[in-house]
């Protein structure tokens, strides 16, 4: 088997660092890499953030892909799955295959009474962190969107996230507009796909992957139990595990 090449794309408040846990536990043979994407991180804006979301993100996506000599896997989460799914639009001859861990866009979403629960989950979720961008500012946004756990993480670990705070105006609204990727789109994406997500994700990350999952037409779901949105973060091991059944997938398809 030819060592897979992989770019691990993080999501919303963080940046490559994200994926140290997780790279560490995979094969050390495996050319596996992070991206941090402009907005992100701790190096400075090109620019008023106006460009942030899904075009320039891909862009830089593809760009990584193509100069580690295509043939690529992905890992996006959150975020960035919208990210991936632009960049199979532009480039599939780049992408071997795609791991999706939890969409967390309403675009896939095809019928209507998903829509509305969705919407109101997404609501509950996000307008909390968006009250608490308004009142506290950029650092109680990130705490509220980590969640209660975020106090037990490790302390370099807050650090990564509480240093992406600048980007969460961006995030909630301050950016280009996600771009429209919606059933018909996914249908032309032939790329093999895997759309991860929880058992005991909240519907506004469950109700967009199962869509995700529906309309993308060589796509699995797979569900991983007692998990929830965090999983990445919270369980290192675990994730890399998924990592390595689907590559280790891919590979025996070949």
């Known amino acids: 088997m030819v060592s897979p090449r992989l770019i691990f794309v993080h999501g919303a408040a963080a940046d490559a660092r994200l ?10 043979e495996w050319d596996a890499q992070a991206i941090t994407l402009t907005y992100f991180g701790d190096t400075e804006w090109p ?8 075009r320039l993100h891909a862009q830089e996506l593809r760009h990584m892909a193509a100069e580690m000599g295509g043939d690529v896997d992905i890992v996006c989460w959150s975020y960035s799955v919208h990210v991936g799914l632009q960049a199979l639009l532009d480039a599939p001859g780049l992408f071997r295959s795609a791991l999706f861990y939890e969409a967390a866009l309403p675009h896939y979403i095809s019928d209507e009474g998903e829509q509305e629960v969705f919407g109101k989950d997404f609501g509950s979720c996000f307008g909390a962190v968006g009250a608490k961008l308004e009142k506290e500012g950029n650092e109680a946004a990130v705490r509220q969107l980590v ?7 490790p302390q370099d670990r807050q650090d990564m996230y509480l240093s992406n705070a600048r980007m969460m105006p961006l995030l909630m609204g301050g950016g280009e507009a996600p771009a429209k990727i ?7 994406i032939e790329t093999p796909t895997l759309v991860a ?27 991983v139990a007692n998990a929830d949105h965090f999983l990445p973060e919270t ?7 998924v990592v390595e059944e689907w590559i280790d997938g891919e590979a025996s398809e070949q």
């Open 19 to 28: 994926w140290s846990p997780v790279i560490s536990k995979l094969p050390p």
């Open 47 to 54: 620019d008023d953030g106006s460009q942030f979301g899904t």
């Open 147 to 153: 969640g209660q756990g975020f106090g037990s993480l």
């Open 182 to 188: 919606g059933p018909a789109e996914l249908a032309g």
């Open 197 to 223: 997500m929880g058992g005991k994700t909240r519907p506004c990350f469950e109700l967009p992957s199962r869509a995700l999952a529906r309309h993308l037409p060589n796509a699995t779901l797979d569900i």
């Open 235 to 241: 369980n290192a091991e675990l994730f890399a595990a």
